[in-house]
Structure formats: C-alpha cells, structure tokens
C-alpha cells in the first residue's frame, strides 16, 4: 500500500512537471531554403508562431513561370509547379548553368506548425543535396518528411520538364 502512495504521489509530480514545460520556438523571418550561397540559403531559424501572426513566406514568380531562353552555358532559375500537399504546398525553384542543375531553392514549404518547420529544417537540405547529386527528379524521400518530399519531388520535375522546354 505504501508503494502505490509513493509512486501515485511520484507520477503525478511527473506530470505536473511535464505540463508546465514550454517549448521553445524560433522568431523570425521564414527562410527560403536553399541548396546555393546567398541571403536565406539556409534552414535557419523559423518563422515565429504562437504570435498569432499569419506566416508569410517570399513572394516567389507565379508558378509555372521560367526565365527566358538563355544561351547554352548561362545561368538561369526556373521554377516548378505549387504541389499541394496535407501539410501545405511545395514548390522548388532550380538555378541551371546550360542545363547542370547547380542549386535548388525551396520557396514554398509547409511551415505553419512547430512541427512542420521541425522536419522541413532537417528534410529540405537533403532534398536539395540529392537533386543537386541525381541531376535528376529521381531521388529519395526524406524519411519522416515524405508528403514535403513527394510534392518537392513533382515540382522539381515540373521545374526540370519547363528547362528543357
């Protein structure tokens, strides 16, 4: 009977313990994650939530836009289609010399949850550095990221179909 009291009295102080923790969250702008040097080429910190602000995300060309024709060995970005996926929408942004992929920007992620920034900090980084390698849509997902990978993986192909075209 006394070990019940004890470990009742014991489990219940875990718990209190356990609630009143706060998670820690990350303020500031979201970054648009990418695989090339410059502002914003990292999985830097999150946009800020708990603010009850609406989280904004760059402005990117509308979808299905791409640069225009250039030359065989300019550089040139174009971007894929807006995949919706359940967490949110994806879309992949390609920089080309002639037609090596040489980075690969995330402009679109889901992001509006801890959780989602969470997994899309660690995924996207992958993602880009498996495209970048593959030269190529056909990589593998991130595994515990694989609806963010699913719609990188169909905006990059659609990103990749508008450059050759």
Do not use: C, F
């Not at 019940?4 to 923790?21: D, I, K, N, P």
């Not at 690969?104 to 959780?115: F, G, H, L, S």
């Not at 963010?148 to 050759?164: E, F, H, I, N, W």
């Amino acid at each position: 009977m006394r070990r019940a009291v004890v470990t009742s009295a014991a489990t219940a102080a875990g718990v209190v313990l356990l609630l009143s923790l706060k998670p820690h969250e990350a303020a500031g702008p979201t970054p648009v994650i990418g695989s090339g040097s410059g502002a914003g080429a990292g999985a830097g910190s999150a946009a800020g939530a708990g603010s009850g602000a609406d989280v904004s995300q760059p402005s990117p060309a509308p979808s299905g836009s791409a640069a225009p024709a250039a030359p065989a060995g300019a550089t040139r970005k174009v971007s894929g289609d807006t995949v919706n996926t359940r967490y949110g929408p994806v879309q992949v942004q390609v920089t080309l010399a002639g037609s090596r992929v040489t980075a690969v920007d995330v402009v679109k992620y889901p992001n509006a949850e801890r959780r989602d920034r969470e997994i899309n900090s660690s995924a996207l980084p992958v993602l880009n550095q498996e495209a970048i390698s593959a030269q190529s849509a056909q990589i593998d997902v991130v595994s515990g990221a694989t609806y963010t990978s699913d719609g990188y993986v169909r905006s990059l192909q659609s990103a990749l179909d508008r450059a050759k075209g």
